[in-house]
């Protein structure tokens, strides 16, 4: 079979420190999203949907959550060769720096790669939503005798100027490549799109970030050590020598790089019809199975909610928010416009009616929550008032951070009854 030829490698990325505090005792793969879903998730899970069942995970910040998840989850047939497994950055004899860029990462982890029998690497990133069948990509990388394919999104001239872009010619053969083009550039790097593409004005093809090597070629040009990232050096430098194809994917990707593309990813799954589909049996997003009960809600008006499984929900109204596992809501709280990731466990009825413990896990009585984030495990207590939005300022403290107006509560923060954010 095909996939038994391609190993995957998927980059946790570095510190994460745009996803900070999400990222402050996880690593970025690790992030939970969706309600019940890590980041690391996403990716996994489009390996597994396309049958390519030998995957490595590159990290080096808080990668203990990260390791416990996967070894947790993904339990293949012992008489299979399918595996996940982590590895992070590690010092070795012959070198002793962490990891220094995305090539860089998969440099320092090559000879484990090479324990392996495979023709071709996928390269993938760890915090991006998207659902992808990678061997239409596989097919189209060997049916063009293609060195290197780079996965590639129509965008529009606006998005454009964000992003990596690659120019084409007819064989959807990349010729040329430049980062974040000023606009007065654009109509010099136009490429061959679909007829709904032209339509939409997504005529500039952006990097997504996800790649295919042949073996020989990945191995040759992980022998320099002075190029320490892929798509500043390695693939700008590539292109003229070694044939590189142009994947056109016109589906639903987004990067997950900062809290207000992660903020918006979680809600927008709320839409009558989300861009990005929990729903489709096809591509099945896998995680870890909790063996949860189902959720309780008593006296609460729902507008566009996600909630997930195990919660205690009594609030007065929840709209457009996602409300993840083991979720508890005090009656008369109203929550808009926020995610919340939910607990790791559940408290007691008899921990819950303790006077030890002053702020349960959750929400309280009578609380306002618009434009949040509430990180694993908060505990809010009753009477809060926490009101996000672009009139906010950036701030830090020791239990919430604000950026670019959304409040984001710290895991295992407590707020105090009558606190207002």
């Excluded at 129509?154 to 083009?181: R, Y």
């Excluded at 007065?184 to 339509?199: A, F, G, N, Q």
């Excluded at 009753?382 to 950026?403: C, L, M, P, S």
Aim: charged letters at 25%; aromatic letters at 8%.
């Amino acid at each position: 079979m095909i996939n038994d030829k391609i190993l995957s490698i998927i980059l946790g990325g570095g510190q994460g420190s745009r996803l900070y505090p999400l990222t402050e005792k996880r690593s970025k793969p690790a992030v939970p999203i969706a309600g019940k879903y890590r980041l690391v998730d996403i990716p996994i899970s489009n390996c597994i949907n396309s049958d390519i069942k030998r995957m490595f995970v590159l990290t080096q910040f808080n990668s203990a959550s990260l390791n416990r998840h996967i070894t947790s989850t993904y339990n293949f047939s012992f008489f299979s060769s399918a595996f996940v497994d982590v590895l992070a950055a590690e010092q070795t004899i012959d070198n002793k720096t962490w990891f220094q860029g995305t090539a860089d990462a998969v440099r320092q982890s090559m000879h484990h790669f090479l324990r392996h029998d495979f023709e071709y690497a996928l390269i993938l990133s760890g915090d991006q939503l998207y659902q992808m069948d990678f061997n239409e990509m596989l097919q189209a990388h060997i049916k063009s005798n293609a060195k290197i394919s780079i996965a590639t999104l129509p965008v529009t001239a606006n998005e454009a100027t964000s992003f990596g872009i690659l120019k084409t010619n007819k064989e959807n053969t990349i010729t040329s490549f430049i980062e974040k083009p000023d606009k007065k550039l654009l109509p010099d790097w136009t490429s061959t799109v679909s007829k709904e593409m032209k339509k939409e004005g997504r005529i500039y093809l952006a990097s997504m970030g996800i790649y295919i090597f042949n073996r020989d070629l990945l191995i040759e040009l992980m022998d320099n050590p002075d190029t320490i990232d892929f798509g500043k050096e390695i693939i700008p430098q590539s292109i003229n020598e070694h044939k590189t194809l142009s994947y056109q994917f016109e589906g639903y990707w987004t990067d997950i790089g900062n809290i207000d593309s992660f903020f918006d990813a979680n809600l927008g799954l709320t839409d009558d019809i989300p861009k990005f589909d929990l729903y489709n049996s096809k591509n099945r997003i896998y995680t870890r199975a909790r063996i949860l009960p189902t959720t309780k809600v008593s006296g609460t008006t729902m507008n566009k909610a996600v909630i997930a499984e195990g919660c205690f929900i009594n609030a007065s109204k929840i709209e457009r928010s996602v409300i993840g596992i083991r979720s508890r809501i005090g009656e008369e709280s109203v929550v808009i416009n926020t995610y919340m990731m939910g607990c790791d466990h559940h408290q007691t009825l008899k921990e819950l009616n303790s006077k030890s413990i002053k702020t349960p896990m959750g929400i309280g009585r009578r609380c306002f929550i618009k434009n949040a984030i509430l990180d694993k495990n908060c505990c809010i207590g009753d009477d809060v008032r926490i009101n996000g939005g672009t009139h906010r300022d950036n701030i830090e403290t020791d239990t919430y951070f604000i950026k670019d107006g959304i409040v984001v509560i710290k895991k295992e923060a407590i707020i105090p009854n009558g606190t207002v954010i």
